[in-house]
T-cell receptor, first 115, second 115 residues
């Protein structure tokens, strides 16, 4: 069965550069979530989209932005990268809002290293 | 405040031993959902189980079992006859119906199964 696809799997960027992470949800899923997991940390919620509209916002820095496109894929844009942005970034998708009689499926993550 | 507490940071067991991972949660919602995810060294988050707040029935799936007790706000996870492949970080997570867009993860328990 198709799963959540994230690209790239690994990314190395220098400080102050920009990065774009992509997420392709499971077919027919209309909700996408982004999480950031720092080294040795638990995943922290960044932002979510439902039907191409932002539905919830967590601890996402102002330097980051995200959107969900008409085909339901989502992109997380990160600018002025800092060393502390080095983390594993997860995307998850669900049909409807997670927890409401549905569940979210996570992608394999994008490991971003800022040097 | 942390909504999900996993007090055990690291656990080591010898292969074939049983091990229980503790999870205590905090919520004011009457409708909520609890999850367990496994994160092996490769980094992906693997879904193990989802439980809603109205279903306190314990569940067994092969060597895995879960004990949900609303009276103590706990959702503990037991692995019977542990195997080396069980070595991973295990996360307990909470999703609330009124804020159903995101997971609140615990800080994870790192399990090492020694051959």
């Amino acid at each position: 069965a198709a799963g959540v696809i994230q690209s790239p799997r690994h990314l190395i960027k220098e400080k102050r550069e920009t990065a774009t992470l992509k997420c392709y949800p499971i077919p027919r899923h209309d909700t996408v979530y982004w999480y950031q997991q720092g080294p040795g940390q638990d995943p922290q919620f960044l932002i979510s989209f439902y039907e191409k509209m932002q539905s919830d916002k967590g601890s996402i820095p102002d330097r980051f932005s995200a959107q969900q496109f008409s085909d339901y894929h989502s992109e997380l844009n990160m600018s002025s990268l800092e060393l502390g942005d080095s983390a594993l970034y997860f995307c998850a998708s669900s049909l409807g809002l997670s927890g409401r009689n549905t569940e979210a499926f996570f992608g394999q993550g994008t490991r971003l290293t800022v040097v | 405040a942390q909504k999900v507490t996993q007090a055990q940071t690291e656990i080591s067991v010898v292969e074939k031993e049983d091990v229980t991972l503790d999870c205590v949660y905090e919520t004011r919602d009457t409708t909520y959902y609890l999850f367990w995810y496994k994160q092996p060294p490769s980094g992906e988050l693997v879904f193990l189980i989802r439980r809603n707040s109205f279903d306190e029935q314990n569940e067994i799936s092969g060597r895995y079992s879960w004990n949900f007790q609303k009276s103590t706000s706990s959702f503990n996870f037991t692995i019977t006859a542990s195997q080396v492949v069980d070595s991973a970080v295990y996360f307990c997570a909470l999703s609330e119906a009124n804020t159903g867009n995101q997971f609140y993860f615990g800080t994870g328990t790192s399990l090492t199964v020694i051959p």
